[in-house]
């Protein structure tokens, strides 16, 4: 299993400004990305995935915080059940984009994201972090101005990476963890998958739903805020 991303040695490695810049564009492409592959997936389809999440009972929604459809939007784009196709690869056979573009290589980058386990080691010298993926054993480089900012050195959480570029990026989500609360995970997840290996259960659907449920029962938003980055001079 090969880790989201690879660090790699420059002789002339980019500025701060450079690396952001090239950020700010690949963000913007994947949030058009989001839009668009969200038009593929019904309400019903949805309101199945909130309610899996405890987030909706019936047809009704029960949100303490519209950020909290984050969480059905990225299991609803990026995970499915093994006799259905995931609505990002869906989208990708409908969608035209030139050979070679931005656009192309993010929407590849997107359909190749990994659900990690991220330990926060430091800061990279020149933008974002660099964290070890616990399950596959690896480094990536993160870029993320709102984790940058927020994420102390050995905090570990739960994101899914994609990584269009020589850094990775997160697909929109992310879930702090402590020790007890992934022993909960573990202990919530389907009885077939107790014996699996962990680096074949963190690519089962059931493990980001396991433990985007459990923290969305502790309220994990009211510790929590998304941040777009903002704009530098």
């Not at 952001?20 to 913007?28: K, T």
Request: glycine share 6%; charged share 25%.
């Amino acid at each position: 299993m090969l880790c989201a991303s690879t660090l790699v040695n420059d002789n002339a490695p980019p500025s701060r400004d450079q690396v952001l810049a090239r950020y700010r564009a690949l963000r913007e492409i994947s949030k058009r990305h989001h839009h668009e592959v969200l038009k593929l997936i019904s309400g019903d389809a949805l309101l199945r995935q909130a309610r899996r999440l405890g987030l909706a009972q019936g047809k009704t929604l029960i949100l303490d915080d519209m950020d909290e459809m984050n969480y059905v939007y990225d299991l609803a784009i990026h995970t499915a059940s093994p006799e259905r196709s995931r609505a990002i690869d869906r989208y990708a056979k409908s969608a035209r984009l030139a050979e070679g573009s931005d656009e192309a290589l993010v929407l590849e980058a997107m359909r190749n994201g990994q659900f990690s386990i991220l330990l926060i080691e430091r800061r990279h010298e020149t933008a974002g972090l660099i964290a070890t993926d616990l399950v596959r054993g690896c480094e990536a480089w993160l870029v993320d101005i709102g984790l940058e900012s927020s994420m102390t050195e050995g905090t570990i959480m739960a994101t899914r990476l994609f990584t269009p570029e020589r850094f990775s990026m997160t697909a929109g989500v992310n879930v702090p963890l402590g020790l007890s609360m992934f022993e909960d995970v573990l202990a919530g997840l389907p009885r077939r998958l107790g014996e699996v290996p962990p680096a074949t259960v963190i690519d089962n659907r059931h493990f980001a739903e396991a433990i985007y449920s459990i923290a969305l029962a502790n309220g994990i938003m009211d510790h929590l805020k998304y941040m777009d980055l903002p704009d530098e001079g």
